[in-house]
């Protein structure tokens, strides 16, 4: 595994972190506690030390308290836990100081190393007092550092205002289908040297190369809900790529991965996992030789 500095925080973070949206059931399957252990235990034993979600994953908390189901066996001081806040239910800055008390015993915590606002509006953004409030929170130790999780792979706004407000880290969507960020969000979080966790780095699996034009998937899977045609398009695109760019022998899914991480603004993926067998080929990605050894955060 390799470790990178996250933006201008202390946090020593692997390049790979294991994104946790699956587990509150929204990719068509429920998780028992036990397969749960199992793929984080083993992430751990891979060099794996961040652990990303947020508390509308699953109702009442379900992916959080999945996780801190986890923690309990763990030394909590092993792991940098991230998770968000808003939708449920709201920006208001009681609301949020709520949510926090929520996210915490669900984590079975006393502290969250990266709390983020989760995809909300430029208004919710600007929610007066919500920022004094959770900077409070940090000044108190409850939270560590504070990131935004741009819900439009081009808001520029809450970007920029990210030195404003206090935040360190910045998530967005971002693979080789989806490049948007490389024209303007990359260049203010390099210039405010902020961590970037990369979401959707596998283009919801389509990047793993293992869907035809005629996939299904089932009606609790999320990806149900996209049209035929653009499914047929995705993966004409995919098979291009993985003809013209995947070299041969490479697992498409470590190459994608790997891709993002070659970029000098991205300092972690967050792909989620289903199997142990998913996390192994996740962590993997990091022995690529196209992950830079002299990224512009590499730990020393």
Same mark, same amino acid.
């Given at each position: ?9 202390? &946090? ?14 929204? #990719? ?11 793929? &984080? ?156 966790? !990369? ?13 035809? !034009? ?9 990806? !149900? ?29 470590? #190459?994608?991965?790997? #891709?993002? &991480? ?39």
């Amino acid at each position: 595994m390799k470790y990178r500095r996250l933006g201008s925080t202390d &946090l020593r973070v692997s390049v790979v972190g294991v994104g946790t949206w699956q587990f509150g059931g929204d #990719w068509g399957k429920d998780f028992s506690q036990e397969e749960v252990n199992a793929m &984080l235990t083993r992430a751990r034993e891979l060099g794996i030390n961040l652990i990303d979600t947020a508390a509308c994953y699953g109702p009442d908390h379900l992916s959080e308290k999945l996780i801190g189901g986890f923690l309990r066996g763990e030394d909590r001081e092993d792991w940098i836990i991230a998770t968000k806040f808003g939708h449920k239910p709201g920006w208001e800055p009681d609301q949020v100081r709520q949510t926090i008390r929520d996210s915490l015993e669900a984590l079975g915590t006393d502290y969250i190393d990266i709390y983020q606002f989760h995809s909300g509006s430029d208004e919710d953004f600007d929610t007066e007092g919500l920022w004094e409030m959770l900077g409070e929170q940090v000044r108190e130790g409850t939270l560590r550092h504070l990131g935004i999780s741009i819900g439009s792979n081009d808001n520029i706004y809450q970007t920029d205002a990210a030195g404003d407000v206090g935040a360190e880290v910045i998530q967005v969507v971002y693979n080789r289908l989806n490049r948007r960020p490389e024209e303007r969000v990359f260049d203010s979080c390099r210039r405010q040297d902020l961590g970037v966790l !990369a979401r959707v780095p596998l283009a919801s699996g389509f990047l793993s190369g293992k869907y035809d !034009a005629e996939a299904e998937f089932p009606d609790n899977d999320v990806r !149900a809900r996209r049209d035929r045609e653009q499914i047929r398009q995705t993966v004409r695109e995919v098979d291009r790529i993985k003809a013209e760019e995947v070299p041969e022998g490479v697992e498409m899914a470590r #190459w994608a991965l790997a #891709w993002c &991480l070659k970029h000098p603004a991205v300092t972690c993926v967050i792909p989620g996992c289903k199997s142990i067998e998913q996390v192994e080929s996740n962590a993997d990605a990091a022995k690529l030789e196209m992950v830079p050894e002299d990224h512009p955060q590499a730990w020393a």
